[in-house]
C-alpha cells in the first residue's frame, strides 16, 4: 500500500436538512513531507470531534482504486482528484477484508495501528451529493480503515505502509 497523496482541511459548514454543522470533509493536497502526530496530519482541523479525530481516529486511509466504484453515483470530476472521501492519506490500493482492528503499520519512522473501518456520516452524503452513499459505502465494503498513531513521524507521497504486526486479537 502506497500513498499516492497526503490531505488536510480546515473546518467549515455544510448545510443538511436547514442545518448548518461543522466539518472538515474537503480536504487538500499537502506536497512535501508533513509530520504526523498522536492527533493526525500537522494542519488537519477537525470539524466534530465528538465522532471524528482524536488518539483512536487521528488518521484515515482510502484507496484511490475504490473511486472507480463510485463512477455511477458521483460526478466523473470529481473522481479524478484524491482527497475526496475526506482522506488523510490516499493509498494506491487497499484491501480493508485484510486489515483487522489491531494490526500495526510502518510508514517510514512512524507507526500506526488500525483501529477500525469508517462510519460514513450523513455529511459525507452531503458533500458526494449522493443522498444513499452511507449504505453504497457500507454495501460495498470499501470505507477505508481509521488509524491511531503509535509513535509520530514524518510522511511524504511514495512511502507505503507495512505490515509489521498482526493483531492479537484475532
Known sequence: MKIISIHAGKVSQIEHQGKVWPTAIVKKKIHGPVKLTKQGIEGDE?????????????????????????????????????????????????????????????????????????????????????????NFLNQNKKSGVLFRVLKEGTLQEGMELKLTEKSPYN
Not at 483512536?56 to 472521501?85: H, I, M, Q
Open 46 to 134: 477537525i470539524g466534530n470531534p465528538s465522532v471524528h479525530g482524536g488518539e483512536g481516529r487521528a488518521l484515515y486511509a482510502f484507496g484511490f482504486k475504490t473511486y472507480s466504484l463510485w463512477k455511477d453515483v458521483v460526478a466523473p470530476e470529481r473522481l479524478k482528484n484524491s482527497g475526496l472521501f475526506g482522506e488523510n492519506l490516499t493509498l494506491d490500493e487497499i484491501d480493508e477484508s485484510q486489515i483487522d482492528v489491531g494490526d500495526r503499520f510502518s510508514i517510514g519512522d512512524a507507526l500506526i495501528e488500525a483501529t477500525g473501518p469508517r462510519f460514513p456520516c450523513f455529511i459525507m452524503a452531503e458533500h458526494l451529493g449522493f443522498a444513499d452513499a452511507r
